[in-house]
């Protein structure tokens, strides 16, 4: 079976500081990664995808196979940051089916 | 394009009831997937419908059912409601001409039971 856990609920940083939002994943397959965001009274929607290796409002994510672990990074945290943040995983191309984590709240202290 | 719409926005029902729950997908999407997302948790998939088929089913009962019309818009029902069936059910449409199939919300409708 497949499970994504992200072990931090809350997550606190100062703005300009770097940040780092923690998933990791287990699929005995080859997993689709990807990380969405829900901005305050917004929709959850997509910010990466592993798959396609790139940048997104300065986000980036590694997927790391052997630590099965794919962490959200961004060097310089900025407020309009502050959002909570899913990791998500589809066990088939195309992402027709996704595995959420329970979720982050990331907060950028001015 | 309004995206992805979804009615009701509230809805309170009492248990035993029954509940159906309506999705619009995007503009140009044919694809419509059903998530439930209780409090402090994140999204969980309950099933996906193509071409007016449940094509892919999650791990839920089958007091939850669905239905896709041909104009793509699609319907949640369920039945004999409990109270942990309170939760807010997202609807996400996808079309073959996205990127890798992204997946786009709608903004959901909070059930409530009582």
């Known amino acids: 079976a497949q499970r994504v856990t992200q072990p931090e609920k809350l997550l606190s940083v100062f703005k300009g500081a770097p940040v780092e939002l923690k998933c990791n994943y287990s699929?005995?397959?080859?997993?689709?990664l990807f990380w969405y965001v829900q901005y305050s009274r917004q929709r959850l929607q997509l910010l990466l995808r592993?798959?396609s290796r790139e940048s997104i409002k300065g986000f980036t994510a590694d997927l790391n196979k052997g630590e099965t672990s794919f962490h959200l990074k961004k060097p310089f945290a900025q407020e309009e940051d502050s959002a909570m943040y899913y990791c998500?995983?589809?066990?088939?191309?195309?992402?027709?089916?996704?595995?959420f984590g329970t979720g982050t709240r990331l907060t950028v202290i001015p | 394009d309004a995206g992805v719409t979804q009615s009701p926005t509230h809805l309170i029902k009492t248990r035993g009831q029954q509940v159906t729950l309506r999705c619009s997908p995007k503009?140009?999407?044919?694809?419509v997937s059903w998530y439930q997302q209780a409090l402090g948790q994140g999204p969980q998939f309950i099933f996906q419908?193509?071409?007016?088929?449940?094509?892919q089913r999650g791990n839920f009962p089958d007091r939850f059912s669905g239905h896709q019309f041909p104009n793509y818009s699609s319907e949640l029902n369920v039945n004999a409601l409990l109270l942990g069936d309170s939760a807010l059910y997202l609807c996400?449409?996808?079309?073959?001409?996205?990127?890798?199939?992204?997946?786009?919300f709608g903004p959901g409708t909070r059930l409530t039971v009582l």
């Open positions: 996400a449409s996808k079309g073959l001409a996205e990127s890798y199939n992204e997946q786009f």
């Open positions: 699929y005995s397959g080859s997993p689709e």
């Open positions: 592993h798959i």
């Open positions: 998500a995983l589809s066990t088939q191309t195309g992402a027709n089916n996704l595995f």
């Open positions: 503009s140009g999407h044919d694809t």
């Open positions: 419908y193509y071409e007016e088929e449940e094509r």
